[in-house]
């Protein structure tokens, strides 16, 4: 965990009786105005941010959160939704610091999607399931063998051989055999709204990123319809809004240059055609040599219309390639990795994404919490898995600043409009043949 400390802290906090009047005479300012009691804020609505302020509440903080946009806006939703187990550190011969943080992850996501969850961790047994594993099989070329022998070294969740009926008709014939992996995937739409559900009066819709004030003092908060919030009683303010975060940060005044590193991704989208029989759901991982070559992740649409996600290497080499470019390669990439695939009776759509990552970095680990100044902090998971992770990391550190818990609530601010759960990417993205 980098804990720098800048120069530019904000001044150490006032408090006592005359701040007490302050408080009022901010509240007394607007009859549209809500005055909150929270001292710990956190910025942006993804499954880590919301992830981490159940964790917060849990162990009694008095923690709220703010959406400048929609939650679950960006990585979250564009996320294929694994709970990796360390998959992609085997491939290379690794079982580092990083590989063995992520190794129990899927187990403890299990345990919270049952309805039993580790303390502190959010029930999510109303979130679905899309699939309890993924499968894992190779290209055809010695580079897809070696690859192989490297994955089936070092999981928790070691790749299990399968065979006959267990084959997916898919997968049928496949050269070097196939593998369930033990990593369950998710749909983050219903993460998130069963982690909104539990926290409804902890949240609030700010106005975008330009509806966020702070002096070093007082946190101002500006609804879509005008009313605001102030936070007279801030000690940390924790931003976790994934590609946002520089923005964030520069309307907090808060110094960020060279701080960050975006790493983009033009991820791969198909589905049937309407005349065609519907596209099966799948999940796998296609391994060519120390990578994954893709990566195939499914998910009803709003229709109920199956949605296939592809990514790895070809998301990552996609970046530099138009659409039509990257569909061109889709199509070529699935006919070589799913000859079984009938490719023909499909349609494609892309989009991009960025993943926002710390520029200086040792990158052991993929759970960074990184001090900008004595109340401002920003959070990033690199992985969705690692959600619960990052979520103790902030605990820890609030501890080692002496923040109190108390054994009231926050008192709820839901004068305010609520954050609305945001769409998946292929919701509004054009198709092709």
Same mark, same amino acid.
């Given at each position: ?103 129990g992850m899927p187990e403890r996501w299990r345990q919270a ?41 070092g999981l928790q969740t070691t790749p299990i051989a399968i ?130 070559r893709v990566t195939i992740t499914s998910a009803p649409d ?11 290497? +070809? #998301? =990552?080499?996609?970046? @530099?390639?138009?659409? !039509? $470019?990257?569909? /061109? ?60 992770? +990052? #979520? =103790?990391?902030?605990? @820890?550190?609030?501890? !080692? $600043?002496?923040? /109190? ?29």
């Open positions: 965990m980098n804990q720098k400390v800048s120069h530019n802290s904000a001044p150490p906090r006032p408090c006592g009786e005359p701040y007490d009047r302050l408080r009022v005479a901010i509240h007394s300012q607007d009859s549209s105005s809500t005055i909150s009691d929270a001292e710990v804020v956190l910025i942006g609505g993804g499954i880590a941010a919301l992830w981490s302020l159940a964790r917060l509440r849990a162990r009694g903080f008095r923690a709220v959160l703010i959406e400048p946009a929609q939650l679950g806006q960006g990585q979250s939703l564009a996320s294929q939704g694994i709970i990796h187990g360390g998959l992609k550190y085997t491939l290379s011969g690794l079982f580092n610091a990083r590989a063995a943080a992520i190794a999607l049952a309805g039993e969850p580790l303390s502190g961790d959010p029930n999510l047994s109303t979130a679905k399931v899309l699939s309890p594993y993924c499968y894992l099989w190779r290209t055809g070329g010695i580079a897809g063998t070696l690859g192989m022998i490297g994955a089936r070294v065979e006959g009926q267990d084959v997916p008709a898919l997968l049928a014939n496949t050269k070097g055999g196939v593998y369930r992996v033990d990593e369950p995937v998710v749909d983050s739409k219903t993460v998130l709204g069963t982690l909104r559900d539990g926290l409804a009066d902890s949240m609030l819709a700010a106005d975008g990123v330009a509806g966020i004030g702070w002096d070093g003092m007082v946190l101002h908060v500006r609804s879509p319809s005008g009313a605001s919030t102030t936070f007279a009683s801030v000690r940390q303010i924790i931003v976790a809004a994934g590609a946002w975060s520089d923005q964030v940060l520069t309307q907090l005044g808060a110094p960020n240059n060279a701080l960050f590193l975006r790493r983009p991704l033009h991820m791969g989208v198909v589905r049937a055609r309407e005349s065609s029989a519907s596209l099966t759901a799948f999940f796998g991982h296609c391994v060519d040599g120390k990578e994954t709003a229709n109920g219309r199956m949605i296939w996600q592809v990514g790895g290497r +070809l #998301a =990552e080499e996609g970046v @530099a390639m138009t659409d !039509a $470019q990257l569909h /061109a390669r889709l199509k070529a990439e699935l006919r070589q990795v799913l000859p079984n695939l009938a490719v023909d009776a499909l349609e494609f759509a892309s989009y991009r994404i960025d993943r926002m990552e710390f520029k200086h970095t040792t990158r052991q680990e993929d759970a960074e919490l990184h001090r900008v100044t004595n109340t401002l902090s920003v959070a990033l998971p690199l992985k969705l898995a690692l959600a619960p992770l +990052l #979520a =103790e990391r902030i605990e @820890a550190d609030l501890r !080692a $600043q002496g923040i /109190a818990t108390h054994e009231r609530a926050t008192p709820p601010i839901a004068t305010l409009a609520q954050p609305a759960l945001g769409v998946f990417p292929w919701e509004q993205l054009p198709w092709t043949r």
